[in-house]
């Protein structure tokens, strides 16, 4: 036979969408609003988040006092548990968990022509990904490299336009 899956992941694979609702939720309420009952770790309880419907549809509103916090508790750990394996997976994914990236072109900057690819003081690698010509001179320019969606863009000192890159070292 084959090999026995742990119970949390079937369980998180069963319950996946009321586990990332409830979490989305906890997340936002926590960010967001200014609930008046709070748990002891300033999490809102789900009494907080769900509606008196919701909580009558799930089963919820038959829970006593207890079995509501350890309910939050469980929720708190997880949300906690899945936000740190987000933010790990991540920076596995980027490199690092920075959003922007600010140093210095070794040499001269002279622009770019389809493919153009600078070193950078930090030892970092970058080439253009997008196709376009533009040509701007300047030597040791101060860079700043920070993600867009669909990937990140560098901006020059000095220099009005930006363009599209990516990472190769």
Avoid: C
Avoid at 25 to 41: E, G, R
């Amino acid at each position: 036979m084959g090999e026995a899956v742990p119970l949390s992941f079937t369980f998180m694979k069963t319950h996946q969408k009321f586990l990332l609702l409830a979490v989305a939720a906890l997340v936002q309420a926590a960010a967001f609003s200014q609930v008046a009952v709070q748990t002891p770790t300033g999490m809102p309880s789900i009494r907080e988040l769900m509606s008196a419907k919701d909580l009558d549809r799930t089963g919820l509103d038959r829970l006593t006092d207890g079995e509501i916090a350890a309910l939050d508790e469980w929720l708190h750990r997880y949300t906690a548990q899945l936000t740190k394996s987000a933010l790990d997976f991540s920076s596995r994914v980027f490199g690092n968990a920075d959003m922007a990236v600010e140093t210095r072109i070794v040499g001269d900057f002279e622009g770019w022509q389809g493919g153009t690819t600078w070193e950078m003081d930090n030892g970092q690698v970058w080439q253009q990904t997008s196709r376009d010509n533009h040509h701007y001179y300047a030597f040791h320019p101060k860079v700043v490299i920070y993600r867009v969606a669909g990937g990140w863009k560098m901006k020059v000192e000095g220099d009005k336009e930006e363009v599209f890159v990516k990472r190769l070292k």
